[in-house]
């Protein structure tokens, strides 16, 4: 009768941390950073807790392939400061894209993480790679089929 009015709280010796794939053909963005991120704290796991890392390494092939809906891959503009006067920079999606693809899944993924050191220690769980090939396979990583594609464009 004593333990049942104790809360369960997962220790970090406990946390069973995987690698999984995901491959990125064909999916949106958007649809794909969320799961993504979701696999990233953890929160598919019953024993989640919002304030430690358990959430599971995450290698996304294809990053080249990704697609994007309606006119966001004419409109869509990252901007950013250097802080100096004048320092307003902008590039395209068409420009990112054709430089490095990964820094457009990293980006869509970093915005949806804490906005904290837990949220820097998640990122460093995420891998992003532009072909098919990783240099990740010994960790034995399991391939998840996403349907993140299930609304009709």
């Known amino acids: ?75 869509k503009v990252y901007r950013w400061h250097s802080l100096f006067p004048g320092g307003l920079k902008e590039r395209s999606f068409s420009q990112v894209s054709s430089e490095s693809p990964e820094k457009i899944i990293e980006h869509a993924v970093r915005g949806m993480l804490p906005k904290t050191k837990l949220g820097k220690k998640l990122f460093q769980n995420l891998k992003v790679y532009q072909g098919a090939e990783h240099p990740h396979i010994a960790q034995n990583p399991v391939k998840i089929a996403l349907d993140v594609n299930s609304k009709e464009q």
Not at 20 to 45: F, P, S
């Open 1 to 75: 009768m004593e333990n049942m009015n104790k809360t369960f709280s997962i220790k970090a010796k406990e946390v069973d941390k995987k690698w999984v794939i995901l491959d990125a053909e064909d999916q949106i963005l958007g649809r794909l950073a969320t799961k993504t991120a979701m696999i990233l704290r953890g929160k598919h796991k019953a024993t989640y807790t919002p304030s430690m890392d358990m959430g599971d390494n995450v290698i996304i092939i294809n990053a080249e392939k990704i697609k994007l809906t309606g006119l966001k891959a004419e409109k």
